[in-house]
């Protein structure tokens, strides 16, 4: 007996120490009710490796077809590289408790430039939440807004169905959140599909961007942009491809207030309707829409445009349909700009109107319904010359009906 008195509480303190030294005890699995739980390691490798084989364990589970979920309990996930999922299906990463939500942070040091860009790298996946999660990256733009491009914070790539909703970024140097067709995916030009990004805010970021590593891949189709909030914005709002197929994109009801570059930066998507957003304290062109410096294809068909408020901007709507470096440039059709409000455009220099569709034409425009109030230069909307089936109707300036009502193609 005085054996095993002496004997228990050394197993204790031994099975003590192999559970602080084993960082594999961070989460744990509820096969039942098809759950993981996490907490953060006991430093930034522990909790990599631990967020690690959680994903390891949900992207090789055998009933992928069922629905599981990560929950991250409260507090910093201090990382030192990125979790990768190559693969995954069915699955929901959230914090378990989202009035306290779970913090994922680039570790001091981390060095982007030579390691990962990502905290998180999603790619060939299926069915994929991501809810209600703080995402910190290490750029500050403390002396200027340039750019930062190694550190980025989530990236889809080559994805269907994606819904990221309640979730905060705050600090990176480049795309916050990517979403785009994978470099490495087999399948040559857009193969991104049915994404919903809603109810997230983004502060002090550059970009949110769908742009693509290379040539020969596209971005996105079927992505909806609902009710997020953006503050700081360095660079834009972006909506980019290379190559065709980037098309029946939503942007709708969505903030910016605060922008160094442009608001919305549209190149070389088709089926794009922007909807009820405000966009205020622009340095650039609060929506700038235009070819991407690349060999040309078709883009630019059905942008509807409507129902904007527009404030203290230098510059308001840009529509610019050039043509590609190779020379090759469509005629989009139906271009509608209608019940946008714009006030303090303060644009001076280039004289540039408030609402502009330049460098190309348009068959098929509707100027409509819009208001204007205090535009620095006066000038207010421009058509190309030689675009078809035009209307310019019920406009105002300063609450004075603008015209004279017509079809012409430049006002």
């Given at each position: 007996m005085?054996?095993?008195?002496?004997?228990?509480?050394?197993v204790?303190?031994?099975?003590?120490l192999f559970?602080?030294?084993?960082?594999?005890?961070?989460?744990e699995?509820?096969a039942t009710?098809?759950?993981?739980?996490?907490?953060?390691?006991?430093?930034?490798a522990?909790?990599?490796?631990?967020?690690?084989?959680?994903?390891?364990f949900l992207?090789s589970?055998p009933?992928?077809?069922?629905?599981?979920?990560l929950?991250l309990n409260p507090?910093?996930?201090?990382?030192?590289?990125?979790?990768?999922?190559?693969?995954?299906q069915?699955?929901t990463?959230?914090?378990a408790?989202?009035?306290?939500?779970?913090?994922?942070?680039?570790?001091?040091?981390?060095?982007?430039?030579?390691?990962?860009?990502?905290?998180?790298e999603v790619?060939?996946?299926?069915?994929?939440?991501?809810?209600?999660?703080e995402?910190?990256?290490?750029?500050?733009?403390?002396?200027?807004?340039?750019?930062?491009?190694p550190d980025?914070?989530?990236?889809?790539?080559s994805?269907?169905?994606?819904k990221?909703?309640r979730?905060?970024?705050y600090?990176?140097?480049?795309?916050?959140?990517?979403?785009?067709?994978w470099?490495?995916?087999?399948?040559?030009?857009v193969?991104?599909?049915?994404?919903?990004?809603t109810n997230?805010?983004?502060?002090?970021?550059?970009?949110?961007?769908?742009?693509?590593?290379?040539?020969?891949?596209?971005?996105?189709?079927?992505?909806?942009?609902?009710?997020?909030?953006?503050?700081?914005l360095?660079?834009s709002?972006?909506?980019?491809?290379?190559?065709?197929?980037?098309?029946?994109?939503?942007?709708?009801n969505?903030?910016?207030?605060?922008?160094?570059?442009?608001?919305?930066?549209?190149?070389n998507?088709?089926?794009?309707?922007i909807r009820?957003?405000?966009?205020?304290?622009?340095?650039?062109?609060?929506v700038?829409?235009?070819?991407a410096?690349?060999?040309?294809?078709?883009?630019?068909?059905?942008?509807?445009?409507?129902?904007?408020?527009?404030?203290?901007?230098?510059?308001?709507?840009?529509?610019?349909?050039?043509?590609?470096?190779d020379?090759?440039?469509?005629?989009?059709?139906?271009?509608?700009?209608?019940?946008?409000?714009?006030?303090?455009?303060t644009?001076?220099?280039?004289?540039?109107?408030?609402?502009?569709?330049?460098?190309?034409?348009?068959?098929?425009?509707?100027?409509t319904?819009?208001?204007?109030?205090?535009?620095?230069?006066?000038k207010?909307?421009?058509?190309?010359?030689?675009?078809?089936?035009?209307?310019?109707?019920?406009?105002?300036?300063?609450?004075?009906?603008?015209?004279?009502?017509s079809?012409?193609?430049?006002?």
């Open positions: 005085i054996r095993n008195f002496f004997r228990l509480p050394l204790a303190l031994f099975f003590s559970l602080i030294q084993n960082p594999s005890f961070a989460f699995k509820d009710n098809h759950v993981i739980t996490m907490s953060p390691g006991v430093d930034a522990h909790t990599t490796a631990d967020m690690r084989s959680a994903m390891s992207v589970r009933d992928k077809t069922t629905p599981w979920t929950k507090g910093k996930y201090v990382m030192s590289a990125e979790v990768r999922a190559l693969n995954l069915n699955t990463i959230t914090s408790d989202l009035s306290n939500p779970a913090k994922m942070i680039k570790m001091p040091g981390w060095d982007s430039a030579t390691s990962a860009e990502y905290l998180l790619l060939m996946s299926k069915n994929i939440n991501l809810t209600g999660i995402f910190y990256g290490q750029t500050s733009f403390a002396t200027n807004a340039n750019p930062y491009w980025q914070g989530v990236y889809f790539g994805c269907d169905t994606v990221v909703d979730n905060k970024f600090n990176f140097g480049n795309a916050a959140l990517r979403v785009a067709t470099e490495h995916d087999p399948v040559v030009g193969h991104s599909f049915n994404t919903t990004v997230n805010l983004f502060n002090n970021i550059y970009q949110t961007s769908t742009t693509v590593q290379d040539n020969i891949h596209g971005a996105t189709a079927h992505y909806v942009m609902e009710n997020n909030t953006f503050l700081n360095r660079g709002v972006k909506f980019a491809s290379r190559t065709p197929g980037a098309t029946d994109v939503h942007v709708l969505n903030t910016i207030n605060g922008g160094d570059h442009f608001g919305l930066e549209i190149n998507f088709s089926n794009f309707e009820g957003n405000t966009i205020t304290n622009i340095k650039s062109v609060a700038d829409i235009y070819t410096v690349i060999p040309g294809f078709p883009w630019g068909d059905n942008f509807t445009i409507a129902g904007n408020t527009l404030k203290n901007v230098v510059r308001g709507i840009r529509f610019s349909h050039e043509p590609g470096t020379g090759i440039q469509n005629v989009p059709t139906n271009l509608v700009l209608d019940s946008n409000v714009l006030s303090n455009v644009e001076t220099t280039s004289g540039v109107p408030a609402m502009a569709e330049i460098n190309g034409i348009v068959n098929g425009v509707k100027v319904g819009n208001k204007f109030y205090a535009i620095t230069n006066k207010y909307i421009s058509i190309t010359q030689g675009s078809t089936s035009v209307s310019i109707l019920n406009n105002s300036v300063d609450g004075v009906a603008y015209g004279p009502q079809t012409t193609a430049s006002k």
